[in-house]
């Protein structure tokens, strides 16, 4: 699974300044940070779905905003959090590099996108399978 996501996956943003780890923020409302990776970024910014797949689940997270998941197959899933903006709906078929939605970053800040690859469920080491 980890050649095959690393060989035709794309990273979901581009610009701004990635990071995994812990954030504070996040800590402070209890979430499970483990592997997840997060963007800061400073203006707008489309979110791309990073390969082919069936949207899955749309939502919103009290913690990470807005999010869309998408099934790419094969028990792999990826998930797009604190989203301005969703420009997808449950069941639309995506294909790599297609838009999800928005992060607008509220003036004079920046906003911060936060993004999860899932194998059966379980959240992977983003930096295992995506070049960032």
């Known amino acids: 699974m980890q050649d095959e996501v690393k060989s035709d996956y794309a990273l979901p943003v581009s610009m701004g300044s990635m990071q995994q780890g812990s954030g504070e923020a996040l800590l402070a409302q209890g979430v499970n940070q483990d592997n997840l990776m997060w963007v800061k970024l400073d203006k707008e910014r489309t979110i791309n779905s990073c390969q082919r797949g069936k949207v899955k689940k749309i939502g919103k997270d009290?913690?990470?905003?807005n999010y869309v998941t998408i099934?790419?197959?094969?028990?792999?899933?990826?998930?797009?959090?604190?989203?301005?903006?969703?420009?997808?709906?449950?069941?639309?078929?995506v294909n790599k590099g297609d838009i999800i939605g928005k992060v607008i970053p509220k003036v004079p800040n920046f906003e911060t996108f936060y993004f999860e690859i899932l194998y059966m469920g379980e959240r992977q080491k983003v930096t295992d399978y995506l070049k960032v």
């Open 62 to 65: 009290d913690a990470m905003g």
């Open 71 to 93: 099934d790419h197959g094969k028990g792999i899933e990826t998930k797009y959090n604190n989203l301005s903006e969703v420009t997808v709906g449950v069941g639309d078929e």
